[in-house]
């Protein structure tokens, strides 16, 4: 099946017009249908992608009836479960932006009608294909760090434009988005690299300092605890409005040998590592973002080669039949943990049970 082209349908030109423009470049894929709510910005992204106007839908029941290999979702999570559930009944594959869903009980909703239906499911968790995560996978897969039993992950993104309309004052979607639900750029890395699920969770923080109209996506800052399967203790910050600039994702990997971490100056590409018997102390290393070896068509979707490398494992188990390493069972492990580890913020940090779904 390597020469066939994909038919894939795009929903949402927010964020999903970083993958309609690796979609419509790839080879084997073509953009069948593009939807989106929004007239103006459909018409923008069309306009840009050469579409015609009879591939462009304002309506996702009408595009699903063109009957699509595939649907990528790029619309806000609080809608990705009814979404994911309408394209798999309609013999759809599903790409799905992160996270998987805005509720436990809409988790396992998707993960029903992904066993219904047969489909093929994933998660389109960029971080997790950015190459020194790839490199730190092998290092830990090699032992070059001993066994790991302490991992951190940071991700403060200050974004209350995209919570609270400034100029209208109006909430969107994000005001539901609680910092703790958004884990899976931060979790998602983590796990992959350890090849563990998360059993435990406890969170804390409901302070309203920076955004009191920001409802829950408003919260000034959250700090989450997990205890793996296999024993790691993972501590998780996030925030989408305390200031910081650059941006920053951090992470963390404690080894019994040594240990491996990103700065915490943001997306400058660099960290530490010290491997007892290796070195005296840590030594700077690159983290980088991009695969610069992939050629300049990699990074059409953004200053990484994470979505490229997304879009190619989703292809690949589109013509193999081989599930993708994030398919359904990752996509839960790295979205139920932060929904559970707000419920137990919201209930004064309690440690809860994370139910494993896949
Ligand atoms: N992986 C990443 O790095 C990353 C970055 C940003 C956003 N995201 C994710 O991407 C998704 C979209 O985020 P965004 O910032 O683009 O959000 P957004 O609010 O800009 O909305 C995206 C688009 O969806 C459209 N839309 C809304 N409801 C729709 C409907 N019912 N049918 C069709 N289209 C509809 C909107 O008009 C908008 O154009 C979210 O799941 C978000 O978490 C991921």
Redesign the pocket.
């Known amino acids: 099946m390597a020469d066939r082209v994909w038919q894939i349908a795009l ?6 017009s970083r993958y309609g423009r690796l979609f419509a470049d790839h080879p084997r894929c073509r953009i069948a249908a593009c ?4 007239p103006e ?1 459909l018409a923008k992204f069309a306009a840009e992608l050469g579409l015609p106007a009879e591939r462009c839908f304002l309506d ?1 029941g009408e595009m699903l009836k063109t009957r699509p290999d595939a649907v990528f979702l ?4 609080p ?2 479960a009814e979404q994911t559930l309408a394209a798999l009944e309609a013999g759809c594959a599903v790409l799905c ?2 996270t998987a869903a805005h509720t436990v009980e809409e988790c396992r909703q998707v993960a029903q009608a992904v066993h219904r239906t047969g489909r093929l499911y994933m998660l ?1 968790e ?1 971080c997790v294909y950015w190459p020194f995560i790839q490199q730190w996978r092998q290092w830990v897969a090699a032992g070059r760090l001993g066994e790991i039993f302490y991992a951190e992950c940071e991700y403060l993104h200050p974004i209350p434009d ?1 919570i609270v309309d400034a100029a209208t004052g109006r909430p ?2 994000r005001t539901t988005r609680a910092p703790l639900h958004y884990c899976s ?1 931060s979790l998602g890395p983590i796990l992959h690299i350890l090849g563990d699920r998360i059993t435990r969770a406890m969170g804390i923080g409901q302070g309203h300092r920076l955004l009191p109209a920001g409802g829950e996506g408003g919260i000034d800052i959250q700090v989450g605890l997990f205890q793996t399967a296999g024993g790691v203790i993972i501590k998780l910050l996030r925030s989408s409005i305390a200031p910081r600039e650059p941006r920053m994702h951090f992470y963390s990997l404690q080894g019994t040998r040594g240990f491996v971490e990103t700065d915490r100056l943001g997306p400058a590409g660099k960290g530490w590592l010290h491997v007892e018997g290796e070195m005296d102390k840590a030594q700077s290393i690159d983290c980088p973002f991009a695969d610069a070896s992939l050629g300049p068509r990699a990074l059409a979707g953004g200053y990484s080669t994470g979505e490229y490398c997304v879009v190619e494992a989703f292809l690949a188990a589109l013509e193999t039949g081989r599930p993708p390493a994030l398919g359904l069972t990752a996509a839960m492990d790295m979205t139920v943990p932060g929904l559970i580890a707000h419920q137990s913020a919201l209930a004064g940090g309690i440690w809860l049970d994370v139910p494993q779904i896949d």
């Open positions: 929903v949402g030109v927010g964020r999903g939807c989106d709510r929004s910005a996702y790029g619309t806000p999570i809608l990705h932006e992160v389109a960029n995209q969107l979607w750029h």
